[in-house]
Structure formats: structure tokens, C-alpha cells
């Protein structure tokens, strides 16, 4: 598989031992972040979802209050409070489109595409350290 016939001493296989490892153990770092922003995607989506349900609700609420009072002051503030809620609305839908559902799948794909990058790394220092044993 690796042109390992090209390296002709011990050294030359220790140099490249040392720079696999090197890739491998930031791979080990990569995944480990990746991993937890992973975790936390997922976390973080269910719970924009709830209180994204929650201010939907407490913005149905508002207009009913809006349509049944009279014109004046505390129909003024209930009007001021839909506008907060409206913003925060926005600003949820947003957060979950940040970190919904198509977010999470990327960071899962990255996930496998490491461990795969993780097991050829292996694979590499074990051929390595077969031909190594050789010379």
C-alpha cells in the first residue's frame, strides 16, 4: 500500500513514526473538539426548541391581551412586550438554524471523516513499524 521499500534505514522509519504520531495525536485533538461541539449542537437544538415553543406561546397570548384591551397605557406596554418577544423569536430562530439539525449532520460528517483519517494513520505506523523491524 505505502512505497515503504523507498526508506533504506531505521532512521528515516523513526522520523516518519515521529511525524505520524504527530498527525495522529492532532487528530485525537480535532476529534475531541469536534466531538463536543458535536454534543453540544445537539444539546443546544432541543433546547432552542423548547423555549422557541415557549415565546411562540407567550406571543399568542400578547395578542390576545392586544385585542382585548382598550386603547391606553397597558395595551401600549403589551404591544411593547410583543415587539421583545418578536426580537427574541428572531433571534431563537436563528440560534436554531445555527445549530439545527443540518449543523449538527456537518459536524457528524467531520466526526467520520477524522476517525477514518485516525484509522489510515494507524494503519500507516503499523506498516511503518512491520518494515522498520525488517531492516
Known sequence: MY??????TVADCDVLLTWA????SDLAYKHYTINRITTNYGETSVEVEAIL?????????TEIAINSLPEGTTKEDYKKKK???EYKKFLLVNKKESYGSIALLE????????????????VFITGVTDYKNTL
Open 3 to 8: 512505497s515503504l521499500n523507498r526508506i533504506t
Open 21 to 24: 504520531e504527530r498527525e495522529k
Open 53 to 61: 415553543q415557549g415565546v411562540n406561546a407567550e406571543i399568542a397570548a
Open 83 to 85: 415587539t421583545r418577544l
Open 107 to 122: 459536524r457528524e460528517l467531520e466526526l467520520e471523516r477524522i476517525n477514518k483519517e485516525i484509522a489510515e494513520v494507524d
